[in-house]
């Protein structure tokens, strides 16, 4: 299994600019996340999909858009790229709660930098 | 929402030394996790915790979920200059078709061989 794969790896944009990160899994994990990580301040939860067709906000959604179509793609949409939005992405997915719950897979995340 | 505190912030220890980190909360949390992470790369789970007083370890790491379920530790012992990274707690309260980790802000751990 490659697990978690996100791409790209490091990405340049000029404010206004749009782009998608895509993030895909070979795990047949139902939940997915989208996380942003800010230096000292941990990661932020973006949005979160329960599995197909469905997807829901996390704490800091505005400026990001998602879709998750299928069980293994979850990508994550910035349509008017914000200097705010520079920032590491993470993606994760897991299988769903039960008594001792699967860990979260986390990918390598995508290194965004808006100009 | 839920915040989770961490402390510290940063650490700068001697290879050989022990360390010791830890997160409390104003809410109680059904399950405590640790994660590492290193440069580059995503977070990855060393310990998880599912019930108050629970006291777990994994070689040199050892991590309990506090009594009041609003804390938790994270002990490393003897370490090593590639236990070097970020350490993050994580709380949640899943319930129904939620999960959602709420993280603290992390312990840059710095091993100086």
């Known amino acids: 299994n490659a697990g978690v794969t996100q791409t790209p790896k490091f990405r340049i944009l000029k404010i206004g600019q749009s782009m998608t990160l895509q993030c895909t899994q070979d795990m047949n994990h139902n939940y997915m996340y989208w996380y942003r990580q800010d230096p000292g301040m941990g990661l932020k939860l973006i949005y979160y999909s329960v599995g197909a067709g469905i997807t829901d906000k996390g704490e800091v959604p505005n400026g990001y858009n998602v879709s998750r179509s299928t069980t293994e793609d979850f990508p994550l949409r910035l349509e008017l790229a914000a200097p705010s939005q520079t920032s590491v992405y993470f993606c994760?997915?897991?299988?769903?709660?039960?008594?001792?719950?699967?860990?979260?897979?986390f990918g390598n995340g995508t290194r965004l930098t808006v100009t | 929402g839920q915040q989770l505190n961490q402390s510290p912030q940063s650490m700068f220890i001697q290879e050989g030394e022990d360390v010791s980190m830890n997160c409390t909360s104003s809410?109680?949390?059904?399950?405590w996790l640790w994660y590492k992470q290193e440069p580059g790369e995503g977070p990855v789970l060393l310990i998880a915790?599912?019930?108050?007083?629970e006291l777990t370890s994994n070689g040199r790491l050892t991590a309990q979920f506090g009594i009041t379920r609003k804390d938790s530790f994270l002990n490393i012992s003897a370490s090593i200059p590639s236990d070097v990274g970020i350490y993050f707690c994580a709380g949640l309260n899943s319930g129904g078709s939620n999960y959602k980790l709420t993280f603290g802000k992390g312990t840059l751990l710095t091993v100086n061989p």
């Open positions: 809410s109680i949390f059904n399950t």
């Open positions: 994760a997915s897991k299988f769903p709660p039960t008594a001792y719950n699967s860990p979260l897979h």
């Open positions: 915790l599912y019930k108050a007083g």
